[in-house]
């Protein structure tokens, strides 16, 4: 047979070859691997009860006296707004996950809610204009506290709440808004107080007034803290904790995300926000009180509180200032 016959002929039992041994047994199937069942996964960072969180059981001070102001918004040589302003950046510890009030707008990509627009007039009354004269540096409800210790930031502007311990550490403005601690819930849940959610998972931000609410109450409730309020809205919607507690201003941010979500019952806590200032930056207070001043004089409180806030918590006025 010629060598052209030879390689035909082996060719075509290579074939045959593989025909029967694909009419073979194909032997005992491997099991996949078992699976069981499949639970949502947590956030970064879950924790349990702080009962000394935001420092509330501190009476030793009236937490709501700021430092009065003595120059208007006048900015003097050498002092730390001009320092600021010689910087070009007014530097500004914020929220980016709390809608209405700090939250990052997925459109646009910019910070906007109520707190974000303090922000914006503080850096007006400095530059002339806010536009690209703010560094905002996104910080957790936990971070609030050091970033100003550690003079990271110029201000702190993220609902929170004054309280005497806190202001061992970091000066605070006047009070420019009052809100107060209630409950997230499904609307399927008939919880509508704490004393509903004994044994229950309730969640709070690490180091809030609402985390120490929570783990000194009567009723309980198990309290699960996490370092952002957003991660206790997904753990809500995931069936991972039974309600959200904390002021309603953010829970009602919560809910305007989502329609089966409730905020319930009356206030339970009154919690003043006041913006943070490092502890020895006393002329900075007393600007950003005066900036506060017009804010309530000239209606820029207002119409902020009407764009963001009013359609979900009702009608409300600027509160009034308390100086020492």
């Known amino acids: 047979m010629s060598r052209r016959g030879n390689t035909v002929r082996a060719g ?71 320092k600021i302003k ?47 004269r703010v560094q905002f540096r996104a910080i957790t409800s936990s971070q609030r506290q050091d970033v100003l210790m550690q003079h990271q930031v110029d201000i702190v502007v993220r609902t929170y709440s004054i309280t005497c311990a806190r202001k061992k550490d970091v000066q605070f ?64 919607q995931q069936g991972q904790v039974d309600a959200v507690s904390t002021d309603d201003t953010i829970l009602a941010g919560m809910a305007a995300q989502d329609p089966t979500l409730q905020v319930v019952g009356d206030q339970f806590t009154q919690e003043n926000y006041g913006i943070g200032v490092p502890k020895d930056n006393e002329d900075m207070v007393k600007f950003v009180n005066a900036v506060l001043e017009n804010i309530r004089n000239s209606g820029a409180w207002q119409n902020s509180y009407r764009h963001w806030v009013e359609s979900s918590l009702g009608p409300a006025s600027p509160p009034q200032a308390q100086y020492q």
């Open 12 to 82: 075509v039992l290579a074939v045959v070859a593989l025909l029967v041994a694909s009419c073979g047994s194909p032997g005992k199937p491997v099991d996949p691997a078992p699976v069981g069942n499949a639970a949502w996964p947590q956030p970064a960072h879950v924790g349990g009860p702080d009962a000394a969180a935001g420092g509330g059981s501190d009476t030793s001070c009236n937490p709501l006296a700021s430092l009065q102001p003595d120059k208007g918004t006048a900015i003097p040589d050498g002092s730390t707004m001009a």
């Open 86 to 132: 010689e910087r070009g950046k007014l530097i500004a510890g914020v929220d980016q996950t709390t809608y209405l009030f700090g939250f990052r707008n997925p459109t646009s990509g910019n910070l906007e809610g109520f707190d974000i627009d303090l922000v914006n007039e503080i850096a007006r009354s400095i530059f002339g204009a806010p536009e690209g």
């Open 173 to 236: 403005s006047s009070v420019y808004y009052v809100a107060g601690q209630r409950l997230l819930v499904t609307k399927e849940s008939k919880a509508t107080k704490l004393a509903d959610l004994s044994g229950k998972k309730v969640c709070a931000a690490k180091k809030s007034t609402s985390l120490a609410k929570i783990a000194t109450d009567p009723a309980k409730p198990q309290a699960i803290s996490v370092d952002n309020w957003s991660d206790c809205l997904v753990m809500l």
